[in-house]
T-cell receptor
Framework: AQSVTQPDIHITVSEGASLELRCNYS??????LFWYVQSPGQGLQLLLK??????LVQGIKGFEAEFKRSQSSFNLRKPSVHWSDAAEYFC????????????FGTGTRLKVLA | KAGVTQTPRYLIKTRGQQVTLSCSPI?????VSWYQQTPGQGLQFLFE???????NKGNFPGRFSGRQFSNSRSEMNVSTLELGDSALYLC??????????????FGQGTRLTVV
């Protein structure tokens, strides 16, 4: 079955500390992988995406993610977290063509301590 | 370039009523998909339209329907509203470049409350 797992429901980090959010997926075909961020009451903003090529991808707001095929993982990282990064983060997988039916993880809520 | 626009942003409806939500995609995007977001079920795919045709449908009852117009704008309709339909409804649009998909861009959502 196709699925996305974000094992951490909540994560709390201090401002300036590094961050890693985990994402594991199960998908039959070669997936497209995404990280989205959602602030309270808002829609989803795309942070970064992986389609093919270099397995380390850079996104907006200083985020990066690494695709590891052998581990079926696509973890999100940021070297130094800012208070404004507090939000909910969603990992998603989608097919390479034909449909935009994404499968989302359950999300990780990030709290940043001043 | 304007983003995905969803109207209205907030709605309060009574059980048994019906509701129509609207989505205007990014200019040039012909693919529109809809998602329901609830605290219990998370983000779930409702359906997807491309060039006025429904291309894919999620596992929702027939009370949920949608359509797409020739200008790519899309509407979704929920009939006979139930309390459990209270959710944030998100619309996303995408640009299809040849045979390969690109990313989906989401709107701010419509918050539907059923009382």
């Amino acid at each position: 079955a196709q699925s996305v797992t974000q094992p951490d429901i909540h994560i709390t980090v201090s401002e300036g500390a590094s961050l890693e959010l985990r994402c594991n997926y199960s998908y039959g075909a070669t997936p497209y992988l995404f990280w989205y961020v959602q602030s309270p009451g808002q829609g989803l903003q795309l942070l970064l995406k992986y389609f093919s090529g270099d397995t380390l991808v850079q996104g907006i707001k200083g985020f990066e993610a690494e695709f590891k095929r052998s581990q079926s993982s696509f973890n999100l990282r940021k070297p130094s977290v800012h208070w404004s990064d507090a939000a909910e983060y969603f990992c998603a997988v989608g097919p390479a063509l034909g449909t935009y039916k994404y499968i989302f993880g359950t999300g990780t809520r990030l709290k940043v301590l001043a | 370039k304007a983003g995905v626009t969803q109207t209205p942003r907030y709605l309060i409806k009574t059980r048994g009523q019906q509701v129509t939500l609207s989505c205007s995609p990014i200019s040039g995007h012909r693919s529109v998909s809809w998602y329901q977001q609830t605290p219990g079920q998370g983000l779930q795919f409702l359906f997807e339209y491309f060039s006025e045709t429904q291309r894919n449908k999620g596992n929702f009852p027939g009370r949920f329907s949608g359509r797409q117009f020739s200008n790519s704008r899309s509407e979704m309709n929920v009939s006979t509203l139930e309390l459990g339909d209270s959710a944030l409804y998100l619309c996303a649009s995408s640009f299809e470049k040849g045979d390969m998909n690109t990313e989906a861009f989401f709107g701010q959502g419509t918050r539907l409350t059923v009382v």
